[in-house]
């Protein structure tokens, strides 16, 4: 023991020997509680699973109510009747596995908005989808036997509160109701589904959550749906083959979860043994807490394994000081000085200073060896740095090269993508328009015959109605023409056009005479603002449709009470001189994720009331007329369209690419 060196190694397995146990009694303490943070954050992110799944069967159930309730099989079942009616919500019902599925006119659907909000909500247009608490009553008036499936006699439970129930016969529902808004009809689609002994859906939680077999396999992860503090829908058994419904959850954790509305994240005892447990609220559609939605698994396993590692770790800390000590004493001697040089090097190079190196050694054998070698081995390493910098910066310019590539060309697919939905859009309107141009020429003849014989039969009384008789000749003009227009939209090639050089004003007045009545019936207050504006070559009639296509979309945003301002005036774009039609209301706006979209065919907002063509034939118009139509919210409140064409020459003729369509 005179050696320095075997002093220093003593003085150094001193401390080791001393304070290693107490640092490992720290370290296990510290391990034992980060293990314990990690289950409780396990059994966490399983809740969140569970009551997403939770989350989604409720929107799928109002999604599909929904789609029923809007659709035309639906509204034609509605027409023909009862028996129709109830045979196709049978089928339904069976299809989307729902318990019951009805519908309820408007007269009987008000009367149950005392009861249920979500057909309150459903009767001023808002689909609803919640959990609800049916009483026995409520359940024995649905179709099917679900006072039965729901009834589920109570078990004693250790540690619940206590109760003087011997049976929970309520049904805790996953209840949806969606309005119906149909020709002739109006009413609330209401459907749901029995959460009670619903052994599927609480399987398909447990199977969806436990994934794996750490926490899941051998029966280990179990989940379970309460309706207050009573099972009605579980997997954890009592025995082998018996679920453990009718049990009730301990008075702490009623407390906690049903008394003050916070989750539960911790051990639990259930049933018959301790659990890393997961407990959340569920709250009803009157915001009242009226359950609990659980998953767990067991925490026996966990327990053992920490208490093996613990043992294995004091029995590993034994092993490694009995050997390690011998085995120091006999390598002391002339191995630290080359070590630490050996250390100091490396320190220096993991700060980043390739060059450095441990030099001549007067250590013999392998220490000598492994300095050598680690010097040669620093040379290759700063060689291969050096290397490797410049591959990774020409690496790096060729991906920068290849991703601007890839973004360019990703944005071409993206233009492409846009300008194929629009054409497909468009060649879908070009199959009907045909249909329906047909079918609106034969009204607009009879229409137009009845006309004459009304002047014929009044001899020289027509002259009271002269101006009406005309408006009507007018207008029956202006369908043959815009039919006529609609067929060439529809056909191959650009289509014709009879363009003029008019003046914006007439056109508007004219169009607010056409639109008077509408915009009177809604008690709309209509301010004008002419300022003086160039000629513009374009077809009456096409701009006629698209300034009665604005107001209308305006007015009809605006319901009653509104104020519709328009503005003509003289304004250059692109050193091209034009003039601007600008349509401003008073109505909510738009939201901003669609303005972008309100031009695209067959885009709307008024679901049932449009076909959301307007704004895209507007814009096909416009364009075709050399201009411009937009779009914005303003920032007063309301939407503001504007329309701008350029200024026709004035020495441009009217272009006529047909004959004028004949009077019907």
């Given amino acids: 023991m005179t050696s ?59 999604d599909e109510l929904l789609g029923i309730a809007g659709s035309v099989e639906f509204a034609r079942k509605l027409a023909e009747g009862p028996p129709a009616q109830k ?24 009367n149950a908005t005392t009861r249920w909000p979500v057909i309150a909500e459903a009767l001023v247009g808002r689909a609803k989808t919640s959990i609800d608490i049916f009483d026995a009553e409520a359940l024995a008036a649905l179709p099917g036997d679900l006072t039965r499936r729901a009834r589920i006699d109570l078990m004693d439970t250790e540690a619940a509160v206590p109760t003087d129930r011997t049976a929970e016969d309520r049904g805790m529902v996953v209840h949806s109701a969606s309005p119906v808004r149909l020709t002739g009809q109006e009413g609330v689609l209401v459907g749901g589904i029995l959460l009670n002994r619903n052994l599927d859906f609480i399987d398909s939680i447990n199977d969806l959550v436990y994934l794996n077999a750490v926490t899941g396999g051998d029966r280990q992860g179990t989940a379970t749906l309460f309706l207050e503090d009573v099972r009605i829908s579980t997997n954890v058994r009592l025995f082998e083959n018996v679920r453990a419904l009718g049990t009730r959850v301990s008075a702490a954790v009623r407390g906690t979860v049903l008394g003050e509305g916070r989750t539960w994240l911790d051990s639990a005892f259930v049933v018959n043994d301790w659990y890393i447990s997961g407990y959340m609220p569920l709250t009803d559609s009157f915001g009242e807490r009226v359950g609990m939605l659980y998953v767990g698994f067991l925490e026996a396993p966990f327990a053992a394994a920490k208490r093996r590692a613990i043992l294995w770790m004091l029995g590993a800390f034994a092993a490694v000081l009995a050997v390690s000590a011998p085995v120091f004493l006999w390598m002391a ?46 040379d290759q390493v700063q060689d291969r740095d050096r290397r490797l910098r410049a591959w990774a910066d020409e690496l790096n310019q060729r991906v920068d090269e290849r991703t601007a590539q890839l973004r360019d060309a990703n944005d071409r697919l993206e233009d492409t993508y846009r300008q194929l939905v629009v054409s497909e859009k468009l060649a879908s309107i070009g199959v009907i328009t045909a249909g329906v141009a047909h079918e609106i020429n034969n009204p607009v003849a009879v229409i137009q015959g009845n006309v004459d014989v009304i002047r014929e ?47 914006l004003k007439p056109v508007v007045n004219d169009c607010l005479v056409l639109v008077k009545h509408a915009i009177s019936k809604d008690e709309i207050a209509v301010h004008t603002t002419f300022h003086p504006a160039p000629l513009v070559c374009v077809d009456a009639g096409e701009m006629q449709q698209v300034i009665i296509n604005l107001i209308v979309n305006a007015v009809q945003a605006m319901s009653r009470h509104g104020r519709l301002e328009l503005e003509l005036g003289q304004q250059n774009r692109d050193g091209t001189a034009g003039a601007y039609l600008i349509v401003r209301d008073t109505g909510p706006g738009m939201p901003e994720d669609i303005l972008s979209s309100v031009f695209d065919p067959f885009f709307t907002t008024k679901r049932g009331l449009g076909t959301g063509l307007g704004l895209s034939i507007s814009q096909t118009l416009v364009q075709r007329a050399g201009g411009r139509i937009s779009v914005r919210n303003r920032s007063a409140g309301g939407a503001e369209f504007t329309v701008w064409l350029p200024a026709a020459d004035p020495d441009e003729e009217t272009v006529d690419d047909g004959p004028n369509p004949p009077r019907a």
Avoid at 339 to 362: H, K, Y
Avoid at 460 to 486: C, F
């Fill in 457 to 503: 039969t009044l001899g020289d009384g027509s002259a009271k109605v002269q101006t009406e008789l005309n408006l009507i000749d007018d207008q029956v003009t202006r369908i043959a023409v815009i039919v006529g227009k609609l067929l060439h939209f529809a056909g191959p090639g650009e289509g014709g056009d009879q363009a003029e050089v008019n003046d």
């Fill in 87 to 110: 045979t196709f919500l049978a089928q339904k019902r069976a299809e989307l596995g729902l318990d019951f599925l009805s519908y309820l006119p408007r007269d009987s659907a008000r």
């Fill in 333 to 378: 001697k002339g191995i630290f000085a080359p070590l630490e040089r050996m250390t100091q090097t490396m320190s220096r190079v993991g700060e980043g200073d390739l060059s450095a190196r441990i030099g001549q050694v007067n250590a013999k054998g392998e220490i000598g060896a492994v300095a050598g070698h680690l010097d040669d081995l620093l």
């Fill in 4 to 62: 320095v060196r075997l002093r220093l190694l003593v003085l150094a397995l001193a401390p080791l020997v001393l304070l290693m146990p107490f640092l490992l009694v720290i370290g296990m303490t510290r391990w034992t509680a980060d293990y314990d943070k990690l289950l409780i954050a396990n059994v966490e992110s399983d809740l969140r699973i569970a009551e997403q799944y939770l989350a989604q069967l409720t929107e799928k159930t109002g």
